[in-house]
């Protein structure tokens, strides 16, 4: 978990969350890509994938080429891609901050960082997490209701 981040301030992050927004959902089972944004959507929150090559569904989850398709608010952009591509998503997902006024937290999965995206993060105004798993964290969330 990034330094930054407390385990205190995930679990109020992801504990108030409804609508998630997956980059990088899988069309493979067994892939945590795919499994942990399925298991998100049986927990309760609306969860829509971004994937340009896996539209228009995984596993009866909806899912859309890019971020701009995403027709619900964000509360949590969730990244499940390669650390390199991980500042232009953080850059495309301030800008759609900027113009909907969504997207509250930016989470990037166990293993992948951003060479600036807690500063740019910060500079927006939006919580950011990194290499952190959203699974793990629901289940300190799920021990504690």
């Known amino acids: 978990m990034s330094t930054s981040t407390s385990l205190e301030t995930a679990i109020q992050i992801l504990g108030s969350a409804r609508n998630i927004a997956v980059v990088g959902l899988s069309r493979n089972p067994g892939k945590p890509s795919h499994d942990i944004p399925l298991f ?3 927990k309760g929150y609306s969860v829509v994938g971004v994937n340009p090559f896996a539209t228009p569904q995984v596993g009866g989850l909806r899912v859309v080429p890019s971020l701009d398709d995403v027709d619900m608010p964000i509360d949590i952009l969730n990244v499940f891609r390669p650390s390199a591509d991980t500042d232009a998503i953080i ?6 901050h900027q113009q909907r006024g969504d997207i509250s937290c930016i989470w990037l999965q166990q293993g992948i960082t951003s060479t600036y995206g807690a500063q740019r993060c910060a500079d927006a105004g939006i919580s ?4 952190t798993c959203i699974y793990v964290i629901h289940s300190y969330l799920r021990s504690r209701a």
């Open 40 to 42: 998100l959507a049986t």
């Open 91 to 96: 850059e495309a997902a301030i800008i759609r």
């Open 128 to 131: 950011y997490i990194e290499d």
